[in-house]
């Protein structure tokens, strides 16, 4: 199977958030999914990418500007989501924000 990746205008911001999981998985997906399509909404989204699998993640979201990063992270939906992300769902979690100025390959 081939995949497309993504490549974007520069520069542009990338939030990459790693997840080493619980063992609790109920409601997990459907949230994950439903963040996604908020995230989409916000005027400057470019795209998502994840690799993993049940007990550790790797989620790679592309923005246009600082700012479009700015908002996703404070939305209220978006933050209650990681709260219990926090207590219910990540054993240890980290978050990296980068600003991308050059992107090569084949």
């Known amino acids: 199977m081939t995949q497309q990746l993504l490549k974007f ?3 542009y ?6 997840a080493v999981r619980t063992e609790v998985f109920e409601g997990y ?16 989204f ?9 007990e550790f993640s790797i989620t790679l979201v592309y923005w246009k500007t600082l700012d479009a990063l700015e908002q996703w992270k404070n939305d209220p939906v978006h933050m209650e989501a990681k709260e219990k992300g926090k207590s219910t769902y ?5 978050v990296h924000i980068s600003k991308v100025e050059d992107s090569y390959g084949k």
């Open 29 to 44: 997906d459907e949230t994950a999914q439903h963040l996604m399509g908020l995230a989409q909404k916000i005027d400057g």
């Open 13 to 18: 911001y990338i939030a990459v958030f790693t």
């Open 46 to 54: 470019l795209g998502v990418e994840f690799a993993g699998g049940p």
């Open 90 to 94: 990540y054993a240890t979690h980290h």
């Open 9 to 11: 205008e520069m520069p």
